[in-house]
């Protein structure tokens, strides 16, 4: 059975305390938040789910442990927060090293938010603490119904032109899809959410890349079937995660994850 949010909180509280992540996220607000089966893709919700405890932590924990460089984040909310606090203690991780290798990276230690929803991309606006706020790029970008390989999926129709080693897929929401193709479309209740804006990218992921995907287990399948590379995949049926790490032989002495050196 899931833990509630009060167990969770009890469970990760030693490491969010030491890491400060109480000082960012009040893993106390509206705690008591009951969703209903549909909550989660009415697109009427005027507040934010609850944070949960377990997914902030395991996504602070991942890019402290990789030590990410680049972080992609389909989806804003508290987890922005604390991506660009785990990157920031990154950059100061790697500061400190004595010698530091070369690296083909422009965006060190910055992420980037995509969201389909003006509203929420404002709301964490304004929650970005201002010593946070200079390595997050906050973006909007519409998103449309489509077909990969003759299947029903979906579109951004602008992503930041990055090259990431993390990326979190935690966006969009199902009611954000706009049109239909033959009559369905994404504003059906019972119809998951399909995002397939890993597989345009996928060609120029580089080897070490890592995907977080938070829920969305029909969407993660869906990538495990259509990704043409060699992935390290493993769901979390417990956690409700799926990960994928592209497991390549690295391209060059320029094809580096911060992992090797710090």
Not at 51 to 62: K, N, T, Y
Not at 116 to 131: G, T, Y
Request: hydrophobic letters at 35%.
């Amino acid at each position: 059975m899931p833990l509630s949010r009060q167990e969770q909180l009890s469970r990760h509280e030693e490491y969010i305390e030491r890491e400060g992540l109480d000082t960012l996220v009040n893993f106390t607000e509206n705690i008591d938040f009951k969703e209903g089966v549909f909550d989660a893709v009415s697109g009427k919700l005027s507040t934010p789910f609850p944070p949960e405890a377990g997914d902030l932590v395991r996504l602070h924990q991942l890019i402290r442990s990789r030590k990410s460089f680049t972080v992609l984040e389909f989806g804003v909310g508290y987890s922005t927060v604390v991506i660009a606090d785990a990157l920031k203690k990154n950059q100061k991780d790697w500061e400190a090293l004595k010698e530091k290798p070369q690296i083909r990276n422009r965006f060190q230690f910055q992420l980037f938010s995509i969201d389909a929803d003006k509203k929420w991309l404002k709301e964490v606006e304004k929650r970005l603490p201002s010593h946070l706020a200079d390595r997050v790029h906050l973006s909007y970008s519409a998103v449309h119904i489509g077909t990969h390989n003759g299947q029903l999926c979906h579109f951004c129709d602008t992503l930041p032109d990055i090259v990431p080693d993390f990326i979190y897929l935690d966006g969009p929401g199902v009611k954000d899809v706009q049109g239909t193709i033959n009559g369905l479309s994404f504003q059906c209740d019972e119809r998951t959410v399909m995002p397939a804006d890993l597989l345009l990218m996928e060609s120029t992921f580089l080897p070490g890349t890592f995907i977080l995907v938070d829920g969305r287990t029909n969407n993660a399948r869906f990538l495990q079937r259509n990704f043409t590379r060699t992935y390290d995949m493993n769901w979390d049926k417990e956690g409700d995660v799926t990960t994928f790490e592209l497991n390549e032989e690295r391209l060059g002495k320029y094809n580096v994850l911060g992992s090797d050196f710090f």
